[in-house]
């Protein structure tokens, strides 16, 4: 079965500052791998998705996250924070079943951001 | 670009009355997948089709059912409402296994 893990539930940076968000998984095969946004009472929004090729991907509103299979991880990052990228961030990992490929989330990581 | 349409937005119902939510995917799409979010919790799958045949299941109460129909919307049954079941319900299509874009879910409020 696969898990995700994210070790920081909170996190807190300053406007202007650099971001890293930890995402581990485990999974027996190439995963599926992807991290969404939720804003308070939102839905969830895809930032970025990794399923092959290149392992550094870009995604919507200057983020990025690098693939790492020897270290089973897929950090995300963002050079320079705004105020709006305040939210909950998930990762999750997608087994597909043939016909569908189910997610599985990992507990999140809150961002809030100073000014 | 069309998103995954929920309804209703919000729901209040009282324990042991029966819920229906309703999803509309992206047009084109032909899998729905279903999501359950208890407050402060990650999302925790339910259940999923593929052309209108149910593809997985997860976590799903037997008090719950769900179908999708010809027009590949999908629409959730709950009955016998539980306080637990108060949460926030996803639906959430793709084109087969590819890329899950979410809806903005329902708040199931049971009292």
């Known amino acids: 079965a696969q898990s995700v893990t994210q070790p920081d539930i909170h996190i807190t940076v300053s406007e202007g500052a650099s971001l890293e968000l930890r995402c581990n998984y485990s999974?027996?095969?190439?995963?599926?791998l992807f991290w969404y946004v939720q804003s308070p009472g939102q839905g969830l929004q895809l930032l970025l998705k990794y399923f092959s090729g290149d392992t550094l991907v870009q995604g919507i509103k200057g983020f990025e996250a690098e693939f790492k299979r020897s270290q089973s991880s897929f950090n995300l990052r963002k050079p320079s924070v705004h105020w709006s990228d305040a939210a909950e961030y998930f990762c999750a990992v997608g087994a597909s079943t043939g016909t569908a490929s189910k997610l599985t989330f990992g507990t999140g990581t809150r961002l809030q951001v100073t000014l | 670009a069309a998103g995954v349409i929920q309804s209703p937005r919000h729901l209040i119902k009282e324990k042991r009355e029966t819920a229906t939510l309703k999803c509309y995917p992206i047009p084109r799409h032909d899998t729905v997948y279903w999501y359950q979010q208890g407050p402060g919790q990650d999302p925790q799958f339910l259940i999923s089709?593929?052309?209108?045949?149910?593809?997985d299941k997860g976590s799903i109460p037997d008090r719950f059912s769900a179908q999708q129909f010809s027009d590949y919307h999908s629409e959730l049954n709950m009955s016998s409402l539980e306080l637990g079941d108060s949460a926030l319900y996803f639906c959430?299509?793709?084109?087969?296994?590819?890329?899950?874009?979410f809806g903005p879910g329902t708040r199931l409020t049971v009292l």
């Open positions: 959430a299509s793709s084109l087969f296994t590819d890329t899950q874009y």
């Open positions: 999974y027996g095969a190439t995963p599926y």
């Open positions: 089709f593929y052309e209108k045949m149910q593809s």
